[in-house]
């Protein structure tokens, strides 16, 4: 049996009904796993469900918006009183708010930090007690972004959040390594509808959706596919090949994967007695400033 194969296995992907959280769902079961589906489109959901169904695999649906304890422990419960255990939990719900900071309301921010940070959390915890609880490991799978490792002009809430998403990740690395449980988290580039809100990629993304291949560049300079490019990253994490990976965020898309560091120091310097802000005004200029890095993900040039 391959070590990706995941028979005996029960995922649970929050935000599933579409995008890249329908593609997580449909290639956990393509791979094996029994698949908890949640979305707040129950028609979504059950039609998510009803594929895995239809191609023999296992799957039920549960309607309900993340974020609270409650929702957190109503997937656990469903997942183990229909299958009988948990072991992977994928935290892929979300929702967008996008403002500039000084139009951005409670609420905006709010509903943005509830949904991907706090949902994250709540689902992550609930996975992680129950996996504890029958002391054979298990999997937390949580989604990132490119936004929350180099900040996003309108998205402080989700820039936010998704740079929480990440630093989680790394603190349940630490406290779940003796439980057998891994922790990490999938930055995800995709053309999704997201996507197509990114002026430089509109013209491109109407072409995807009509079924046009994206040109070689696109995948590979930009990163850029279909969410179900992404799916493989997030099955491989499930798997027993992946069982010695954690703490690590890694994206993927298109034809590229890769690698993201944990935050380093860049250079430093030291001065007896301690800093004026003269002394660090000479130090800034002479060895920080050029290596200063600039905020917002780099897109690269489109060929023509």
Request: one cysteine or more; glycine letters at 10%; hydrophobic letters at 45%.
């Amino acid at each position: 049996m391959s070590a990706t194969d995941l028979t005996g296995k029960v995922a649970i992907v929050t935000g599933s009904g579409r995008g890249l959280g329908r593609a997580y769902a449909l290639a956990l079961a393509a791979a094996n796993a029994a698949v908890v589906v949640n979305d707040v489109d129950s028609d979504a959901a059950d039609e998510v469900v009803r594929r895995i169904i239809a191609t023999g695999g296992r799957s039920i649906a549960v309607v309900a918006p993340v974020g609270s304890t409650e929702s957190a422990e109503a997937l656990i419960r469903a997942a183990q009183e229909a299958f009988g255990r948990v072991d992977i939990m994928v935290a892929n719900a979300g929702v967008l708010r996008d403002k500039v900071l000084w139009k951005m309301s409670d609420a905006d921010f709010d509903a943005v930090i509830n949904t991907h940070l706090r949902g994250a959390f709540t689902c992550g915890r609930a996975a992680a007690s129950a996996m504890r609880e029958q002391g054979e490991g298990g999997r937390i799978i949580l989604i990132g972004s490119p936004a929350g490792q180099f900040g996003s002009f309108g998205q402080t809430n989700y820039a936010a959040a998704k740079a929480g998403i990440v630093a989680m990740a790394r603190t349940w690395s630490l406290e779940l390594a003796r439980a057998n449980i891994t922790a990490n988290v999938v930055i995800p580039t995709a053309m999704t509808a997201m996507t197509a809100t990114i002026p430089a990629y509109a013209e491109l993304y109407k072409s995807f959706e009509a079924g046009e291949p994206l040109p070689r560049d696109i995948r590979r300079d930009h990163a850029l596919g279909g969410p179900e490019d992404v799916a493989p990253l997030v099955v491989w994490l499930a798997s027993d090949d992946a069982a010695n990976v954690t703490g690590q965020a890694i994206g993927i898309g298109g034809d590229k994967i890769t690698l993201y560091s944990h935050p380093a120091e860049r250079a430093a310097q030291y001065r007896d007695g301690g800093w004026t802000p003269s002394s660090i005004s000479a130090a800034w200029a002479e060895q920080f400033q050029p290596l200063e890095q600039p905020s917002g993900a780099t897109i690269q040039p489109i060929s023509k």
